[in-house]
T-cell receptor, first 115, second 114 residues
Framework: DSGVTQTPKHLITATGQRVTLRCSPR?????VYWYQQSLDQGLQFLIQ???????AKGNILERFSAQQFPDLHSELNLSSLELGDSALYFC??????????????FGEGSRLTVL | DAKTTQPPSMDCAEGRAANLPCNHS???????VYWYRQIHSQGPQYIIH???NNETNEMASLIITEDRKSSTLILPHATLRDTAVYYC???????????????FGKGTTLSVSS
């Protein structure tokens, strides 16, 4: 158990809909990262938040947005869903203070299926 | 971050050592070599990391060549549960407390068989 909690574990929805994925980082971790993993693209970095502020952006679509709340949990919002958005979405958090290990701790993911 | 090159797949017999190579010829002086693995759609799991010295922990050993252009992850006694995709990632540590994202490549699929 990494200590990172993601909900829901599974989600099935239709094209055009909007969903929200939630992530609770490890206690005390200030950085949260979102990744998308689809069969043909591998693990793609989407976005990073640090203490409530956006810190880095990866291959995140304009239809997707994220935020980190004062209690440090994060939400990834996916809108106008397309079939190609079906994927595993992982959240990770990193140790407070950017420790020398630089280790990221990953949750078990949210599996999104768009029909 | 520097790119890495890994073989797409490798096989290993249970109980034998698994040696997973990684090339990172454009690595910079401040970049570390990280290894993660992902077991069947679970979240990636940290294995080990190093800068220039060889490292060992309870999971694996990391051997980095003197010129730092390549490295090898060694699982000394592979078990069936080590079957996974192994990712070699080169990354500089963040200069501040925010940390930096890991950029994953395609990794090596290690299949351990009995």
């Amino acid at each position: 158990d990494s200590g990172v909690t993601q909900t829901p574990k599974h989600l099935i929805t239709a094209t055009g809909q909007r969903v929200t994925l939630r992530c609770s980082p490890r206690s005390g971790d200030l950085s949260v990262y979102w990744y998308q993993q689809s069969l043909d693209q591998g693990l793609q970095f989407l976005i990073q938040y640090y203490n409530g502020e956006e810190r880095a952006k990866g291959n995140i679509l304009e239809r997707f947005s994220a935020q980190q709340f004062p209690d440090l949990h994060s939400e990834l919002n996916l809108s106008s869903l397309e079939l190609g958005d079906s994927a595993l979405y992982f959240c990770a958090s990193s140790e407070q203070g950017g420790s020398l290990s630089g280790e990221l701790f990953f949750g078990e993911g949210s599996r999104l299926t768009v029909l | 971050d520097a790119k890495t090159t890994q073989p797409p797949s490798m096989d290993c017999a249970e109980g034998r050592a698994a040696n997973l190579p990684c090339n990172h010829s454009t690595i910079s002086g401040n970049e570390y070599v990280y290894w993660y693995r992902q077991i069947h759609s679970q979240g990636p799991q940290y294995i080990i990391h190093g800068l220039k010295n060889n490292e060992t922990n309870e999971m694996a050993s990391l051997i980095i060549t003197e010129d730092r252009k390549s490295s090898t992850l060694i699982l000394p006694h592979a078990t069936l549960r080590d079957t996974a995709v192994y990712y070699c990632i080169v990354r500089a540590l963040s200069a501040n407390q925010a940390g930096t994202a890991l950029i994953f490549g395609k990794g090596t699929t290690l299949s351990v068989s009995s």
